[in-house]
């Protein structure tokens, strides 16, 4: 015991003779305050938004996607896989014990330390032997990978809540493209019917005399045009079905949807930029527990630089000449010590590891940066495209009224005689023009609530250990060129 208090007396004394060099990182974390961002708060999301547009169909699809998705699945996994690490840094906070045991024939040296008749003969030696093996973290080794790990594990499921968040949208988006492209099939067949009624207005007025034949050739290749249209367009409609089944991770089994029932979402969005943008997104939160696990990995390379103290321990057995005199109690050993590692020389090897780990608390600190504009990025395009989708819907249905009313005169007055066939093909191109335009413009403006809906967070609530998404001066730019 005396041997085992001189050395842990003199651990921190040798400790004192080896600081790391003073390593100090370059990047520092965007304040929020820098961004511009409104004093008002966001109105709340909940975190089932999607079910605001009243579409059970759509409810069951988003639903599936966070049931099956690989992609999910995939991130889950990476979230286990860390919270491991956590537990596997934590186990060598406590004694590590082993047990080992061997029975060999070995012929023993004459000249060595066995006397005959063992030396110079064949012998069975045996041992049974635990050891055990304490690791005495006085300088906070340990604690400081356990601090790194649960940093990592907690980016990790951030990255989770985040793939969810994104995977919910992306299912929306599709179902909204599926619905536009159905609504788009709709005007198609319309505009069949459309053709082959002016085909048969045309074939009558030729049959009377009062049209060449040449108009009754335009119209059917009009009518040929509007049934290519038809048939690419439920292409498109059938490729968005492909597209939803993908992301909910399923097959062909998945193509048979029924009709959309989308209705204008009820969620109530904020005009501006609000404060608490970056509180509300997981990957901005995901991105500062990067910094926090690159800071923690800093401080594993400093303290790296300081001696690691083990108490040890045995007891066992070990005897010659078979196993009958393991069962004795001479072949009883065992012993009690410490031991203490202290890097020496490396050839710059802690050195190079602490200036790897600042430069990647810089790049974490530098990816944290590019997030934050990014999403700033996002949210105020998100606002710009959704006050864009109001304003053109507004007059939408101006211009959807206008059009079908000088289509309907046209054709009055082409039955009647009054104009040429031109005339009605003007007015009916600007119809179906139109129709195109309200099944994509009120597509364009539920998608544009789902764009802004995902920039501010998709309805995230950030735990409350990181609610202050600032990362702390602490972590993120502390120097670690000082003693303990």
């Known amino acids: 015991m005396k041997g085992i208090s001189s050395l842990l007396l003199l651990a921190p004394l040798v400790a004192g003779c080896v600081p790391a060099p003073p390593t100090t990182q370059s990047e520092k974390p965007i304040a929020p305050t820098s961004l511009g961002l409104a004093s008002d708060l966001a109105p709340s999301i909940s975190q089932q938004w999607w079910s605001e547009f009243g579409d059970p169909q759509l409810d069951r699809l988003v639903g599936d996607a966070l049931a099956g998705s690989p992609t999910l699945a995939a991130a889950l996994a990476r979230v286990r896989a860390a919270q491991a690490q956590v537990s596997s840094a934590r186990s060598q906070l406590y004694p590590q014990v082993n047990l080992d045991g061997n029975e060999t024939w070995q012929r023993l040296s004459a000249n060595y330390i066995y006397p005959p008749p063992l030396g110079g003969n064949g012998n069975w030696i045996g041992s049974v032997q635990a050891n055990l093996t304490w690791s005495l973290d006085f300088f906070g080794k340990q604690q400081a990978q356990i601090d790194r790990a649960r940093a990592a594990a907690q980016a990790a499921a951030l990255d989770a809540v985040a793939a969810r968040l994104m995977l919910a949208g992306s299912v929306t988006q599709a179902y909204i493209a599926w619905a536009r492209a159905c609504d788009l099939v709709t005007v198609a067949e319309q505009t069949v019917a459309q053709q082959q009624d002016i085909l048969k207005l045309t074939t009558d007025r030729v049959t009377s005399g009062l049209e060449t034949e040449a108009a009754q050739q335009q119209s059917l290749a009009l009518a040929a045009f509007a049934r290519q249209d038809l048939v690419q367009a439920r292409a498109v409609r059938d490729l968005a079905v492909h597209q939803i089944a993908l992301l909910i991770g399923r097959g062909a089994d998945a193509y048979a949807l029924g009709k959309p029932q989308l209705a204008a979402t009820a969620l109530t969005l904020p005009e501006i930029l609000p404060a608490d943008l970056l509180a509300r997104r997981a990957d901005i939160a995901a ?145 179906i023009r139109a129709q195109r335009q309200s099944a994509t413009l009120s597509a364009d403006l539920l998608s544009a609530r789902v764009t802004l809906v995902m920039a501010l967070g998709g309805g995230f609530t950030p735990p409350p250990s990181s609610s202050n998404l600032s990362p702390s001066p602490r972590s993120a730019s502390s120097a670690p060129g000082a003693k303990p």
């Open 287 to 431: 991105a500062q527990a990067r910094i926090e696990t690159a800071a923690k990995g800093r401080e594993v390379a400093r303290k790296a630089f300081y001696p690691d103290i083990n108490l040890l321990g045995l007891v066992g057995v070990a005897a010659i000449s078979g196993v009958g005199p393991l069962l004795a109690g001479n072949a009883v050993q065992y012993g009690v010590g410490a031991a203490i590692h202290l890097p020496v020389f490396d050839a710059g090897k802690l050195r190079a590891n602490l200036a790897g780990a600042t430069a990647d608390l810089d790049a974490a600190i530098a990816d944290y940066n590019q997030a934050v504009l990014t999403s700033v990025r996002e949210a105020a395009d998100a606002l710009t495209s959704l006050q864009a989708a109001q304003g053109r819907l507004a007059e939408q249905s101006t211009a959807m009224s206008a059009a079908q009313a000088s289509f309907n005169l046209a054709r009055d007055r082409y039955s009647s005689g009054l104009i040429p066939q031109l005339n009605v093909l003007s007015a009916e191109d600007l119809v």
